[in-house]
């Protein structure tokens, strides 16, 4: 079971909006930046977002992130087939001797 | 560009050692740590710890103390992980990944499959 709990699916139609979630606590994401990583099929993870809400170069705008208390949510505009993937988020977990601790994952199916 | 470039598929018995090598390139080496994430099949990623690259130091996460061990050839510009007293549910995809400072694990190798089986 992950310290940080996503949706383990979600889905959208070419061109909408979906929005996936990552609750933690106040040893994670209420004390820690969250990090966000896209991980296509059979491929290693990339990095999405850094710091709650910003993008690497490269990164599409479509992409963005934001963090409320001990959630964070990452949200993809204007769905496209590419963007059919396992997304994560991560954050940095005070907990015992502290470590940085993924979510379970959700799995973005495009329509 | 920066890349790490990990070693090839392992097959083992159970009881047995891997050791899987990450190889950096276009970067300083010493001047990132090296982290090491585990995602078994069709499963979530998993944080195992992370070796200093400068000092040589190790940090496992609770999970993986004891039979895993991180280390490095600067030399080379390589980060080793082994595995000692493999079990099935070791059987992985295990990843090297660099951490910099505010983008946490920037860049990845593609991956080392470790499959235990007998």
């Known amino acids: 079971q992950s310290v940080l709990t996503q949706p383990p699916s979600a889905s959208g139609a070419p061109g909408q909006r979906v929005t996936i979630s990552c609750s933690g606590s106040?040893?994670?994401?209420?004390?820690?930046?969250v990090y966000w990583y896209q991980q296509l099929p059979g491929t290693a993870p990339k990095l999405l977002l850094y710091k709650n809400d910003q993008r690497p170069s490269g990164v599409p705008d479509r992409f963005s992130g934001s963090k409320s208390g001990t959630s964070a949510s990452l949200a993809i505009s204007g769905l496209r087939s590419e963007d059919e993937a396992d997304y994560y988020c991560?954050?940095?977990?005070?907990?015992?001797?502290?470590?940085?601790?993924f979510g379970g994952g959700t799995k973005l199916t495009v329509l | 560009q920066v890349q790490l470039v990990q070693s090839g598929s392992e097959l083992r018995k159970p009881g047995a050692s891997v050791k899987v090598s990450c190889k950096a390139s276009?970067?300083?080496?010493?001047?990132?740590?090296i982290n090491w994430v585990r995602q078994a099949p069709g499963q979530g990623l998993e944080w195992m710890g992370w070796?200093?690259?400068?000092?040589?130091?190790?940090t496992y996460a609770q999970d993986f103390t004891g039979r895993f061990v991180f280390s490095l050839d600067t030399s080379l510009s390589t980060a080793y992980l082994e595995i000692n007293s493999l079990k099935a549910e070791d059987t992985a995809i295990y990843y090297c990944?660099?951490?910099?400072?505010?983008?946490?694990?920037?860049?990845w190798g593609r991956g080392t499959l470790v499959t235990v089986s007998s």
């Open positions: 106040s040893s994670s994401i209420g004390s820690s930046y």
């Open positions: 990944a660099r951490q910099a400072v505010g983008l946490l694990f920037d860049y």
């Open positions: 991560v954050a940095w977990d005070d907990s015992l001797s502290g470590s940085w601790v």
């Open positions: 070796i200093n690259t400068h000092t040589g130091n190790p």
């Open positions: 276009g970067y300083t080496f010493t001047h990132y740590p």
